[in-house]
């Protein structure tokens, strides 16, 4: 049987046109580790609910946390997350879930990110977690987008590469940004060699996005040297 909490919805942010960042208040502390997810409930007035996993973007509180929703045009909860939730409303969650793609913050060994679309989403509670509590780990980032337009965290993104935080590369796939000096296309096996970590250096790979994406990098993350068993992924849709 699962526990569900109630929740409260403190704000929403809308980050790209079809996606939307809510912090949600817990009603109890809640340990969430870095790449976890959350279940979270609606429940019709005719008695009739429905659930759906969301990837938490922020753990680095316990009496709060954010995820952040893509819209699905034939979802039956995403619409009512991104168009409909108003700061103020309850919603019910379950969770945290998911031990196997999490980062632990006291582990000091190279971390490779590898993010396609939405996936970016556990990939950035992995990049906010480290820069508090250990920002010299080694991090690198390799982020695959449609367009500009459709990037998450933006501003957080933007300061990382300005400030050197971490090592972060933005890769459009349909539309790139003016003055851009790589066209816009999809990532192959080696361009995201050249992007990644050396495999000597042994980095705990983190892959999230839909399949296709995730099984592609993982097959060439192998492919480029790097040790299969420390490549962790994450997936959904087709």
Avoid at 213 to 235: L, Q, S, Y
Wanted: glycine share 6%; aromatic share 6%; net charge negative.
């Amino acid at each position: 049987m699962t526990d569900w909490l109630l929740t409260t919805v403190t704000s929403v942010v809308d980050i790209t046109p079809t996606a939307r960042t809510l912090r949600l208040a817990l009603p109890e502390p809640v340990h969430v580790l870095p790449g976890q997810h959350v279940d979270i409930r609606l429940t019709a007035e005719d008695g009739y609910s429905t659930a759906r996993t969301y990837s938490v973007s922020d753990a680095r509180e316990t009496r709060s946390l954010e995820v952040t929703v893509e819209r699905l045009e034939d979802g039956e909860v995403s619409p009512y997350l991104v168009d409909v939730v108003e700061v103020g409303d309850p919603l019910e969650i379950s969770g945290p879930h998911g031990w196997y793609f999490t980062w632990a913050s006291g582990d000091d060994r190279p971390v490779q990110l590898i993010g396609g679309g939405s996936g970016v989403a556990p990939l950035m509670s992995m990049i906010r977690s480290r820069e508090v509590d250990a920002p010299l780990t080694p991090f690198s980032l390799v982020y695959s987008v449609r367009s500009p337009e459709r990037v998450y965290y933006r501003d957080e993104i933007r300061q990382l590469r300005e400030h050197h935080r971490m090592d972060l590369h933005l890769v459009h796939t349909r539309d790139a940004p003016a003055g851009s000096a790589r066209p816009a296309g999809r990532l192959d096996s080696a361009e995201l060699a050249a992007l990644t970590m050396d495999p000597s250096r042994s980095p705990t790979v983190y892959i999230c996005g839909p399949n296709r994406f995730v099984e592609d990098c993982a097959k060439w993350m192998v492919d480029a040297g790097h040790d299969p068993t420390r490549i962790r992924t994450e997936r959904f849709g087709d």
